[in-house]
C-alpha cells in the first residue's frame, strides 16, 4: 500500500503519550509512549481501516499529498475585512491578492508583530520608486 496520508504525531499532556493523527482520518489517532510507535500504531490502523472501506465498496479518502491544486481559491470574509485589507493592500503599493498571499505564508507570530502597512522591497511594488514616504515614528 502506498501510503501518502498526512501524519502528525505531538505529545498529549492529558494522556501522558504521544498522540500520532491523520488529516484525512480525524476521527483516528493511536496513542504511545514512543513518537514512532505512535506513528506506525496509526499507520497500521489506517491500513486496516482503508482495507475495510474498500471491502465495503466505500469510499477512500484521497491523500492530500496526491492532490492537485491549482493555486485559487476564493474567500468570504466581513465587508469591514474586506475594506482593511484593500486599504493597506493600496498603501503598500501592491495588489490585494498579494498581500493576502504574503500574509498566509506568514506564521502567526510574524502576523501578530507585523505592521499595519507592510514594507516591501520597491522590485514588489514599481509605482512605490518615485514616492517619497513619511515614516511613522512611536515615541
Request: aromatic share 6%.
Amino acid at each position: 500500500m502506498h501510503d501518502h496520508y498526512t501524519y502528525r504525531v505531538s505529545w498529549s499532556e492529558d494522556d501522558g503519550e504521544y498522540v500520532a493523527t491523520c488529516a484525512e482520518f480525524p476521527s483516528l489517532s493511536h496513542l504511545a509512549a514512543d513518537q514512532i510507535e505512535a506513528l506506525l500504531g496509526l499507520r497500521d490502523l489506517i491500513q486496516d481501516v482503508v482495507a475495510d472501506m474498500r471491502k465495503n465498496r466505500e469510499p477512500v479518502p484521497q491523500p492530500l499529498a496526491d492532490a492537485k491544486y491549482s493555486g485559487k481559491f476564493v474567500a468570504r470574509v466581513p465587508p469591514e475585512l474586506h475594506r482593511r485589507l484593500a486599504i493597506e493592500a493600496a498603501e503598500a503599493h501592491v495588489s490585494m491578492n498579494r498581500l493576502v498571499s504574503l500574509r498566509l505564508a506568514m506564521t502567526a507570530t510574524e502576523l501578530t508583530t507585523a505592521p499595519l502597512v507592510m514594507k516591501l522591497d520597491p522590485a514588489d511594488a514599481p509605482a512605490a520608486k518615485h514616492r517619497k514616504r513619511r515614516q511613522l515614528t512611536t515615541p
